[in-house]
């Protein structure tokens, strides 16, 4: 990974366990050599009066270590020494990876009005004044707002975006002479979209696609999506991927994502242009892994909100979660997806956010069913995407496909279809035979 964090804020937790093997600190665990102070008890001869305090009950002292004694001190050497070498070996990698790619970077088209593209549009124009981000809208009023404005007002209406994000209605304009291209059409509507505006882009034109999903008739995903509807079977692609909400993003909350792409060179450089100190990107070659998880995550999500709307408690959640990731885990496998990216940010990460966050919007739709809402008038109240609404069916058509059983994913979807109810879902899973776990 290239584009590291600045030392200020680093924390562990964001290093990969063999990220540093040749410069771990390899300090002996030192013995424990615990003092403990004594109480001695003294036996009284007199009878003292009943206002003497030398008789008043004592609790037992408690034994503690002496705070400075050699063990203490050898465990936060140890600790200090490992800490000095991860920030030396980041200032290293950095250095030695620096590249140009944002200094060459003149131009960044956002396709899509939304919130995560918004987020993203505001994201890159920060990384450089000079950057000129052209977001790609439909909607004319919200293309007013971002030029008038500076906001979006239909998602981040208090949020201030930086001024060199301008935005059209015109796609000839908006992608003449860009460098990049963040692709933020839910997966739904993007064939037709891209098709409508495949004469104005460029056949080396980069697609970074934010977009997570599957086609529902066709079972595609970004990947076979985009160039197809480009006609264009070479159009570079990156699929941008992790979890990741929009709002945080607008915040510069610390986030970390990956970039899957089967040109390593194309994922270094799209590292590079979006990396900073609050958003950190990883490189992966598994863009199917990477894909198929960001997809399926948004069905898993919808059946967490139906446990956490029906009242069915902590035990019920955790294990629907890990039966939902092991039904990811079979179905990524069996397509040739890489097993580490599904337990890595693209698959439990992003998994972990969508399922137990209220600003999960797959959530708050699995939520209200489990209150007892119907889907039409959820889906109707909502001014987002729920992705997971349109995949589950998609979903189901793949697990047969390569003959996967998924009993969670597709309890989902016949609710989704009205043909069960989330009571009569909760009774048919918890009735199905006691199996070896896999």
Not at 221 to 230: F, G, N, S, V, Y
Request: net charge positive.
């Amino acid at each position: 990974m290239a584009a590291l964090f600045e030392s200020s804020f680093a924390t562990p937790l964001f290093f990969s366990s063999n990220a540093n093997n040749n410069n771990s600190a390899t300090s002996k665990s030192p013995s424990h050599d615990l003092r403990f102070h004594h109480t001695h008890t003294h036996t009284h001869s007199h009878t003292p009066s009943s206002s003497s305090p030398s008789l008043q009950p004592q609790p037992e002292q408690e034994a503690h270590p002496e705070p400075d004694s050699d063990s203490t001190r050898d465990r936060r050497r140890a600790v200090r020494v490992a800490w000095e070498k991860l920030v030396r070996w980041s200032r290293s990698w950095r250095s030695k990876n620096k590249t140009d790619v944002l200094e060459r970077t003149k131009k960044v088209v956002v396709l899509g009005g939304g919130s995560f593209g918004t987020a993203m549009a505001a994201h890159v124009a920060n990384r450089k004044a000079e950057l000129e981000v052209n977001m790609l809208v439909r909607d004319p009023q919200v293309c007013f707002s971002i030029n008038e404005r500076h906001c979006n007002c239909k998602y981040f209406p208090d949020h201030w975006l930086p001024d060199n994000v301008v935005a059209t209605t015109d796609a000839k304009s908006a992608l003449l002479n860009a460098d990049y291209c963040l692709h933020a059409v839910p997966v739904q509507f993007s064939a037709s979209f891209l098709e409508s505006v495949a004469d104005y882009v460029d056949p080396s034109l980069p697609f970074i696609s934010l977009s997570k999903g599957l086609e529902l008739n066709t079972l595609r995903m970004m990947a076979q999506i985009i160039p197809q509807a480009l006609r264009n079977p070479r159009q570079p692609f990156v699929a941008l991927s992790g979890p990741s909400f929009a709002l945080e993003l607008m915040n510069k909350l610390p986030t970390a994502m990956v970039v899957a792409s089967k040109d390593k060179k194309l994922a270094n450089k799209v590292q590079q242009l979006l990396a900073s100190s609050h958003l950190r990107i990883s490189t992966s070659s598994d863009v199917t892994g990477v894909e198929i998880a960001g997809a399926l995550k948004n069905v898993l999500a919808i059946a967490a909100g139906i446990v956490e709307g029906m009242n069915l408690g902590n035990n019920s959640m955790a294990a629907l979660v890990s039966q939902g990731c092991s039904e990811i885990r079979w179905l990524a496998t069996k397509m040739g997806a890489k097993p580490t990216t599904i337990t890595g940010l693209s698959g439990t990460g992003d998994i972990m956010l969508t399922c137990f966050v209220n600003l999960s919007r797959n959530r708050t739709v699995g939520v209200r069913l489990g209150l007892g809402e119907k889907l039409e008038d959820i889906l109707s109240s909502m001014n987002q995407v729920a992705e997971g609404v349109s995949t589950a069916g998609a979903v189901i058509a793949l697990a047969q496909k390569y003959n996967v059983k998924m009993p969670v994913l597709t309890a989902v979807a016949r609710i989704i279809d009205n043909e069960l109810t989330p009571k009569k879902a909760v009774f048919e899973l918890m009735s199905l035979p006691q199996v070896e776990e896999v």
